[in-house]
C-alpha cells in the first residue's frame, strides 16, 4: 500500500481515537485546531501555492459564520442548509471581491483584500438586527442533520474531523493536479506561464474562489462548534493570525498550515493560562520563525527528517524557498 | 507562399519616446528571418509588439488574416506566436521536467484538470512526451534537477526548448545564443536547423555567424524603423549596415 494512505489512515484512526482517551477540554481544542486549520488551509491555496498573499481573508471565515448563525437562528438549524448558505454567501462574496482583487498584485493586492475585509467587517458591526453588531450572534441552535443534533461536542468534534479529513484530501489533490502545478507556476513566474498560453488572471481567480469557499466553510464549522459569533472574528487581526499561522507553519505546503495552526492555538491556550500578553507572545514567535526558520515548522521536520534518514546522500538539500510569498 | 504573420503600419511609442515607426512587413510561413540592428534600435520591442507583450500605439498585427492587434500575449501563444526570452525566464525553484510539463499538459488540454493527481502512472503520454523531448534536448540527465542548479547555457537551453515544445507556428527567439560558450552556440544552432522546415522561425541575435548560419532573409532594424530587408547576402554586402551596425572596418 502507498505510504500517503497509511498516513492518511493514521490520522483518520488518530482523530476517530481521541475521544476515547482525551478529556473534553483537549477535545474541544482538537476541535478548534481543525477549524482554524481547515481556515488556514484555505488561505495557503491562493498564498501558498498562487502566490497571492491576502490580508482579509477573515472576511470569509465571518461571512461563513454569520451566515451559517443567521440561517440556523431564523429559518432552520439543518446543517446542509446552514452549510451551503456559507458556502453560496462566500462564493459570491469570493467572485465580486476576487474581479477587483485580480486587477492587482503584490502589495496592492494585500491592501485591496484587507479594505474589502474591514468594509465587511463595518457591515456586520453596523448590521445589528441581523449581526447583533458589536454583541455578535449568540445561543446558536447547534447544527441538526437527518434530525440528529450535534449538540454534544463530541460529535461536533467528529464532525468538525471528517469535514477536515475531507477538505484536506481534497486539497492534496487539487494542489498536485495539474491546475495546482499551474498555480505554482503563477507564483514562481506569471509572466512565463502567459507566455506559455496561459490565462494567468483565469487560474489565479478560481483559486481566489476555492480559496474564499473554504474560508467560509470553516466560519460555518465555527459557529457550530461555538455557538457564538463575535465581530473580532471578522476583524483583520483574525486575517492576520491566519497569515502567521499558514507561514509559521509553511507556505505552499499541505501539512505546513496544519501543524501552524496546531501551534498557534496550543500556544495561545497555554499562554493564557499565564499572561495577558497574547499578541506580543505571537508576534515574538512570527519574528523567530521569519528570521531564522523561514521554511516554518514543515521545513524544520523536513531537514530534520533528512538528516536522519540518509546523512551522507544529501549534502546541500535547500528547503523549500519562500522568497516569493 | 502562404503569408502567416503580416504587420501593417505599426508604431509603438512610450511617452513621448518613439522606438518603432511605422514598421510594415509580412512573413511566409516556414520562412527563417534573422532580426539584426544596433542597441536600442527596438528588436525586443518589435518582438513584443509580435507576441502581444506589448500593444502597438498605431497599427495592426495580422496572423493568418485575422487582426490580432488587440489580442493578449496568452492568446497569441495559444494560436501558436511562442516567444523565447533575452534572459533565462524559468520557473527556477522548479525541476527542468516540472517546467517542461507546464508547457505540454495546455497542450494535452489537462489545464484544468484539478481532480486528478498530475503523475507518471496517471499521465503516462505526458510525460512520454516530456521524455522524448528532454531527450532530443539532451537534458535527460537533468530531468529531475531543479533549473537553478544548473549552468547558465543549460538553462539558455530549456529556455529554447520550452519555445519548441508546444510544436509553434511561428517561433520568436530573442538572442538565444546569447552568453553562451562557443560549444553551446554550436550546439543550438544545430538543433535550430532539426526544427521542422514548416515552422517559422524570427531570431535576433547579436553573433553574425549563428544568424547567417541559419537566416534565409535578414531585417535590419536602425533609427525606428526597417534599413534593410533582404536575402542575407546583400545585408553582408551592404556599406550603410557595416558602418552602423558592424562598424566601419572591414565587411563582415
Known amino acids: 500500500m502507498n505510504n500517503t494512505y497509511v498516513k492518511f489512515i493514521a490520522v483518520l484512526v488518530l482523530i476517530a481515537a481521541a475521544p476515547f482517551f482525551l478529556p473534553l477540554f483537549h477535545i474541544n481544542l482538537l476541535s478548534e485546531i481543525l477549524i482554524l486549520a481547515i481556515f488556514a488551509l484555505s488561505l495557503n491555496v491562493m498564498m501558498g501555492y498562487a502566490g497571492m498573499v491576502s490580508l482579509g481573508h477573515a472576511a470569509f471565515f465571518g461571512t461563513g459564520a454569520y451566515a451559517a448563525g443567521i440561517m440556523a437562528q431564523n429559518a432552520s438549524a439543518n446543517m446542509i442548509f446552514t452549510l451551503a448558505g456559507a458556502v453560496v454567501l462566500s462564493l459570491v462574496l469570493a467572485g465580486i471581491v476576487g474581479l477587483f482583487c485580480m486587477k492587482v498584485s503584490g502589495f496592492y493586492f494585500l491592501m485591496l483584500t484587507l479594505a474589502f475585509s474591514q468594509m465587511v467587517y463595518s457591515f456586520v458591526y453596523q448590521a445589528n438586527q441581523w449581526t447583533g453588531g458589536s454583541n455578535g450572534l449568540s445561543g ?26 475531507l477538505i484536506f484530501a481534497g486539497l492534496r489533490v487539487l494542489v498536485k493536479s495539474p491546475f495546482g502545478q499551474i498555480l505554482i507556476g503563477i507564483r514562481e513566474n506569471e509572466t512565463r506561464l502567459k507566455s506559455m498560453g496561459y490565462n494567468t488572471s483565469m487560474y489565479k481567480y478560481a483559486a481566489f474562489i476555492i480559496s474564499g469557499v473554504i474560508g467560509g466553510m470553516s466560519g460555518a464549522l465555527y459557529t457550530y462548534f461555538n455557538g457564538f459569533i463575535a465581530p473580532s472574528d471578522v476583524y483583520w487581526t483574525m486575517s492576520g493570525t491566519v497569515l502567521i499561522m499558514v507561514l509559521v507553519g509553511g507556505a505552499g505546503t499541505m501539512t505546513g498550515p496544519v501543524l501552524g495552526a496546531a501551534l498557534i492555538v496550543l500556544l495561545e491556550t497555554v499562554v493564557a493560562a499565564y499572561t495577558d500578553m497574547w499578541m506580543l507572545i505571537l508576534g515574538s514567535v512570527f519574528i523567530i520563525f521569519v528570521i531564522f526558520f523561514p521554511s516554518g515548522i514543515h521545513g524544520i521536520l523536513q531537514d530534520t527528517l533528512n538528516k536522519w534518514q540518509k546523512p551522507k546522500l544529501n549534502p546541500d538539500v535547500k528547503s523549500v524557498k519562500r522568497e516569493q510569498i | 507562399m502562404e503569408c502567416i504573420l503580416k504587420v501593417d503600419g505599426v508604431s509603438k511609442q512610450f511617452g513621448g ?36 507583450d506589448l500593444a502597438p500605439s498605431k497599427g495592426n498585427v495580422f496572423y493568418k488574416d485575422k487582426d490580432i492587434t488587440t489580442e493578449p500575449n496568452y492568446k497569441r501563444a495559444r494560436r501558436g506566436i511562442v516567444r523565447t526570452f533575452q534572459k533565462n525566464n524559468l520557473l527556477v525553484p522548479l525541476t527542468v521536467l516540472d517546467n517542461l510539463l507546464l508547457v505540454l499538459q495546455r497542450k494535452h488540454g489537462i489545464s484544468r484538470t484539478w481532480f486528478k493527481i498530475r503523475n507518471q502512472k496517471q499521465y503516462e503520454t505526458l510525460y512520454n512526451e516530456a521524455d522524448e523531448l528532454l531527450q532530443r534536448w539532451g537534458l535527460k540527465h537533468q530531468r529531475n534537477v531543479k533549473v537553478e542548479s544548473l549552468s547558465y ?27 553562451m560558450s562557443q560549444s553551446e552556440t554550436n550546439y543550438i544552432v544545430q538543433l535550430l536547423h532539426e526544427l521542422p522546415k514548416d515552422l517559422t522561425l524570427m531570431i535576433i541575435e547579436h553573433d553574425l555567424e549563428v544568424i547567417f548560419g541559419i537566416a534565409e532573409r535578414m531585417i535590419v532594424l536602425y533609427d525606428k524603423h526597417i534599413l534593410i530587408d533582404d536575402s542575407p547576402d546583400v545585408v553582408r554586402k551592404d556599406p550603410q549596415v557595416n558602418q552602423i551596425y558592424i562598424g566601419t572596418e572591414g565587411a563582415v
Not at chain 1, 141 to 146: A, D, E, G, T
Not at chain 1, 151 to 158: I, K, L
Not at chain 2, 17 to 34: A, W
Open chain 1, 140 to 165: 446558536i441552535p447547534s447544527p441538526v442533520l437527518f434530525g440528529f443534533s450535534f449538540s454534544n461536542s463530541v460529535w461536533v468534534y467528529y464532525l468538525i474531523g471528517l469535514i477536515f479529513l
Open chain 2, 17 to 52: 519616446l518613439e522606438i518603432l515607426k511605422d514598421l510594415s512587413f509580412h512573413v511566409n510561413k516556414g520562412e527563417r528571418i534573422g532580426i539584426i540592428g544596433p542597441n536600442g534600435a527596438g528588436k525586443s520591442t518589435f518582438f513584443n509588439l509580435l507576441t502581444g
Open chain 2, 153 to 179: 547555457g543549460e538553462q539558455r537551453q530549456i529556455e529554447i526548448m520550452l519555445g519548441v515544445a508546444t510544436n509553434p507556428d511561428v517561433l520568436l527567439l530573442d538572442e538565444p545564443t546569447a552568453g
